[in-house]
């Protein structure tokens, strides 16, 4: 009976190593409970979405060779500036391999396009697949209401038109700052 007890554990300290190796490398992890991820940014830096509980938060999943996602990019900006001053936060998340498209190839397009969202790496797909669960069809669009859980169903997709697109964003969006306790007032 000591031998399957001891396997176990071994197999249990195995796997939470693991995690922790990919956590260093930058790789997504899923959140020990409840909606959201854990990713690491072109900054450098961690962003959690069960941390940033009190904000409306939007979620983009894309990819440098998404002609759809670069218009949607677009959109995000623009809506960024718009909700400038509320408790929104926005950012986008590049499914890529970074064997394929390494950070520094990222970073010149994210310049090159002028993005000013925290841009994160997704390049296992792992968050993506939460939300997506036909493949890695982007753009991929998720809202997360100010208590840090989705909201609805994710957005696959991005219209020709740009203005219907913004449009379909604020709904949603407008429609999460409304129902947070406090309304839409105050900033972050």
């Not at 509320?86 to 002028?114: G, M």
């Not at 209401?145 to 219209?159: C, L, N």
Request: net charge positive; glycine share 10%.
């Amino acid at each position: 009976m000591r031998v399957p007890v001891r396997i176990t554990f071994a197999l249990v300290l195995l796997l939470a190593a693991a995690g922790a190796r990919a956590q260093e490398r930058g790789e997504s992890t899923p959140p020990a409970a409840g909606d959201g991820f854990r990713l690491k940014g072109l900054d450098g830096k961690f962003y959690d979405t069960s941390e940033m509980k009190g904000d409306v938060l939007v979620v983009s999943f894309g990819a440098t060779w998404c002609v759809p996602c670069a218009w949607e990019q677009v959109a995000v900006e623009e809506l960024k500036v718009e909700y400038a001053g509320k408790p929104v936060r926005f950012l986008w998340v590049s499914i890529e391999d970074t064997k394929r498209v390494s950070n520094n190839i990222l970073r010149h397009y994210v310049k090159e396009r002028r993005m000013t969202v925290p841009v994160l790496r997704d390049p296992g797909g792992v968050a993506l697949a939460q939300y997506e669960r036909t493949g890695t069809r982007v753009p991929v669009v998720v809202f997360f209401d100010a208590g840090g859980r989705q909201s609805g169903k994710a957005h696959q997709g991005m219209p020709q038109d740009i203005t219907v697109y913004k449009q379909l964003v604020r709904e949603r969006v407008n429609a999460l700052l409304a129902a947070r306790p406090n309304g839409a007032a105050g900033g972050r």
